[in-house]
């Protein structure tokens, strides 16, 4: 239901945009975002973003990584430039999603995309 992509090996400072697009029959999708989970450690929040309102953001990833979603596409973005060796993780998509009219809200995860920074 959550594909993600873009994901890869970046030198340390470069940059990367993960995608992440959602299928299937959706009426709306109330909240999308990235989490990501490095080597060991647990899956922590990057940045979401809500159908109302401002981005949310993680102290790590503010000034750096920026979050944006088209909505006609169901698709959320996460640009992420000044990458450093600690950006390296598995990195998740996230939406929060109704199927029809005043349907029940659903939670999906995408299958996780691989970001390596590294010289």
């Known amino acids: 239901q959550l594909q993600a992509s873009g994901g890869g090996l970046v030198q340390p400072g470069g940059s990367l945009r993960l995608s992440c697009a959602a299928s299937?029959?959706?009426?709306?999708?109330?909240?999308m975002g990235w989490y990501r989970q490095a080597p060991g450690k647990q899956r922590e929040l990057v940045a979401t973003?809500?159908?109302?309102?401002?981005?949310n953001y993680a102290d790590s990833a503010k000034g750096r990584l920026t979050i944006s979603r088209d909505n006609a596409k169901n698709t959320v973005y996460l640009q992420m430039n000044s990458l450093k060796p600690e950006d390296t993780a598995v990195y998740y998509c996230?939406?929060?999603?109704?199927?029809?009219?005043?349907?029940?809200?659903?939670?999906?995860w995408g299958q996780g995309t691989l970001v390596t920074v590294s010289s």
């Open positions: 996230y939406a929060d999603l109704r199927r029809y009219f005043r349907g029940a809200r659903e939670n999906y």
């Open positions: 973003t809500a159908s109302r309102g401002s981005p």
């Open positions: 299937g029959s959706i009426f709306s999708i109330d909240v």
